[in-house]
Each structure stands twice: as structure tokens, then as C-alpha cells.
């Protein structure tokens, strides 16, 4: 599986204490040059440098032709006060997905909300941490026996990182991980 | 010139109510005590991140990056809200 990371990702993920577990649920991860000059944090560029040099994270080649894409898109998004900031490493990351038909890893509400109304774009898979961690557990990484073990995980990681999951979208991950505890 | 792709009506009343939710969230969370120690222009950064949800728009007005900034947002105990 191959995802693309953006820095609201990666700079909230650093923080979790078992960050190691997005290594093995993908073989491999591309970030942009433009994310990696977002991140100054001894924590991030830690964490960073590491996924770099087990060759984990690749810096991606991006092309003309990608360019093109970010102008098209940029100039197609009428600004609207209801999508929060959609700064240009951000919307490279969602072209990147695309192109590579990788899952896009974000935690920007304006990301998310480009999938939901822009048809050009709403087949780019984007989970924030708590769908990363649902596949985590579908993939054996992660041990759950019950949907209360997989609420345990999520609360750890609410705890390390300062984040809070919408209670409707954790509702519909705890659904999804009861199902496929009876699978 | 390419054409605008715009969000529909219905869209747009489900991100202000989810907006307005996140917002009561972090309002709540926040430790109001550490951000009023704050210097003014670190200070107002938070208060807009609480307000908007937007660590772009917040990051900018602490003149930091947004990974300098998200340091600052976990000691302010605001939380991320996706």
C-alpha cells in the first residue's frame, strides 16, 4: 500500500507513541519537497529523517504536467470562508494521491472537504490518524478483541497527539471494527 | 480559465455545523489560564485557532511555521478536531 503524507499528518503522528506502526502498514510513503519545508520540530524532523533513511519516505518527483494540475485546481476552488486554509503543500499532496492512486494521510479539514464536493477528485482516499489506526487492526498490527480495545488505542492516541475525533466518525469506526471483529 | 467548482447548499450547512461543534470543543479544552500568559501576537494566534480550526491561518499570525505552531497549540491543550 502506498500513501502520501501531509504535514498536518506527520506533525500530529510524530507524537504518538506507536508511530511505528505506520511503516508497516505501508510499503511506502512519498512526501513533497514543499511538506518537508513545513516541518521544524526536532520531534517531526526527528521522526522524518528516520522514515527517510529506512527508505520508507521518498521525496516525490514532481513534474510539469503536476504543476499544471495545482493551477487548475487552485484557480477551480472558489474561496469560501467555510473551507479553512488550503495552502499549496497541501493541495500538491492531494494531486501526488491522486496521480500515484495512493491513500492521502490528512488531518486538514480543507482537504477533506475538497473530496466531498469536487468530483475530479472525490476518488482520492484521505484518512486522518483514526482511519489509519482502523487499518492498523484490519492488518494484524494492532490486537483487537473487542470494539472497547480498538476505543483504547484511539484514546491513546487522542491523549499523545491533543486531538479529538468527531464522536459521529468514531461511532462509524467503532461500527465498521465490531463488524469486522464478527467477520 | 477553468470553471469554478462550487460546494452545494446542503454541504456548506453541514460544515457550519460541524464548525460551530469544533469550535464549542475547543473552546472548552483550551487552558484559557497558560493562553493569557501568552505575548499579544502569540496569544491572538491561539485564540484564532480555536476560533477557526485553521492552523494555517493561526500558524501565520504567530509569524511560525505550522509545525512551530502545532508546539504551541499542544501546551495550549486546544485539540486537532477531524
Known amino acids: 500500500m502506498i500513501g502520501v503524507v501531509d504535514a498536518c499528518f506527520i506533525i500530529d503522528w510524530c507524537r504518538y507513541r506507536r508511530r511505528e506502526l505506520l511503516e508497516r502498514l505501508f510499503s511506502v510513503l512519498f512526501i513533497h519537497e514543499e511538506t518537508l519545508g513545513q516541518l521544524r520540530s526536532e520531534k517531526t524532523i526527528t521522526y522524518v529523517s528516520d522514515l527517510l533513511a529506512k527508505g520508507k519516505l521518498r521525496l516525490y518527483p514532481w513534474s510539469h504536467s503536476e504543476e499544471d494540475e495545482y493551477l487548475r485546481l487552485r484557480s477551480e476552488i472558489v474561496v469560501d470562508p467555510r473551507i479553512p486554509s488550503l495552502e499549496r503543500p497541501d493541495m500538491l499532496c492531494l494531486i501526488m494521491a491522486k496521480r500515484l492512486n495512493a491513500i492521502l494521510l490528512s488531518e486538514n479539514i480543507g482537504i477533506h472537504r475538497v473530496i466531498e464536493f469536487h468530483s475530479k477528485y472525490s476518488n482520492v482516499v484521505v484518512w486522518t490518524a483514526l482511519e489509519t489506526l482502523e487499518n492498523i487492526v484490519y492488518k494484524g498490527f494492532l490486537n483487537v478483541h473487542s470494539a472497547e480495545d480498538f476505543l483504547r488505542y484511539v484514546r491513546e492516541y487522542e491523549h499523545d497527539t491533543s486531538h479529538i475525533f468527531k464522536s459521529n466518525r468514531l461511532k462509524q469506526s467503532l461500527r465498521r471494527i465490531g463488524l469486522w471483529l464478527r467477520r | ?82
Request: hydrophobic share 40%.
Open chain 2, 1 to 82: 480559465m477553468a470553471e469554478k467548482v462550487k460546494p452545494g447548499r446542503e454541504l456548506i450547512e453541514k460544515w457550519v455545523r460541524e464548525d460551530e461543534e469544533a469550535r464549542r470543543i475547543r473552546r472548552e479544552k483550551a487552558n484559557w489560564e497558560f493562553i493569557e500568559k501568552q505575548p499579544p501576537r502569540i496569544r491572538f494566534a491561539l485564540i484564532v485557532f480555536i476560533e477557526t480550526g485553521d492552523i494555517y491561518k493561526a500558524s501565520h499570525i504567530a509569524g511560525l511555521t505550522i509545525d512551530e505552531f502545532n508546539e504551541l497549540r499542544v501546551e495550549a491543550k486546544i485539540p486537532i478536531i477531524t
